[in-house]
Structure formats: C-alpha cells, structure tokens
Nanobody, 124 residues
Framework: QVQLTESGGGLVQAGDSLRLSCAAS???????MGWFRQRSGEERQFVAS????????YYADSVKGRFTISRDSAANTVSLQMNALAPEDTGVYYC??????????????????WGKGTLVTVSS
C-alpha cells in the first residue's frame, strides 16, 4: 500500500519561497506523481506532475516559471520548489501518485493515492 506524507508547508509573505516535500513508501517509485492544491471553498486543482523517471514535468499555467517539481527516486521523495509566492497560492497542497499519468496531471479523475496535505498560507 502506497503511503504519501507531505511536509514543508507554512506561513510566508508574498514574494517568498517555500519547498514542499512528499515522502513516498510502498512502491511509489513506479508511479507518476504530482501536486494538487485546494483553496478554501474550491475543488482540488492540479499544480504540477512528474513522470516515473523524472524526465517529463507538467505545470498549471498559474505556476509556470515559479514552481519546480523534482523527484529523487533513491530517496522516494518528490519536491515542489515554490518561488515568488503570491496570496493566490494559498491552500492545502496534496501529494498524489497514480499509475496513470493523466490522473496526476489532472486530466482524469480518480487519483489512486493521496497524502493528507500540508497548508501553505501566503500573506500579502
């Protein structure tokens, strides 16, 4: 059973940087992985995804050029480096893993594995 545990959330000011990490266990190395975020009162939305070997990455338009997703297969971790944070980046960030790439890219519903989320708050 795959387990995902996020860390690194917190309260920052606009323009600051933050790095989120997702520790994966139970065979996640063979899965596509990604990050989603959920703002208060809204649905969970795709942020970024990475392929199994880390060679392909995808980003939501709203974070392109500011966020970078990376993967350390040896350590079974996926990270999200977030720069130039803005108040609209506030939300709970969830790590996701699935054998189907389109799911972690937010193109299909039904992600198999989710972490419990980590809260990011960006003050103006």
């Amino acid at each position: 059973q795959v387990q995902l545990t996020e860390s690194g959330g917190g309260l920052v000011q606009a323009g600051d940087s933050l790095r989120l990490s997702c520790a994966a266990s139970g065979g996640a190395s063979s899965l596509y992985m990604g990050w989603f975020r959920q703002r208060s009162g809204e649905e969970r939305q795709f942020v970024a995804s990475i392929s199994r070997n880390g060679g392909m990455t995808y980003y939501a338009d709203s974070v392109k050029g500011r966020f970078t997703i990376s993967r350390d297969s040896a350590a079974n971790t996926v990270s999200l480096q977030m720069n130039a944070l803005a108040p609209e980046d506030t939300g709970v960030y969830y790590c996701a893993a699935d054998p189907i790439e389109e799911r972690v890219r937010g193109l299909l519903y039904g992600v198999d594995y989710w972490g419990k989320g980590t809260l990011v708050t960006v003050s103006s």
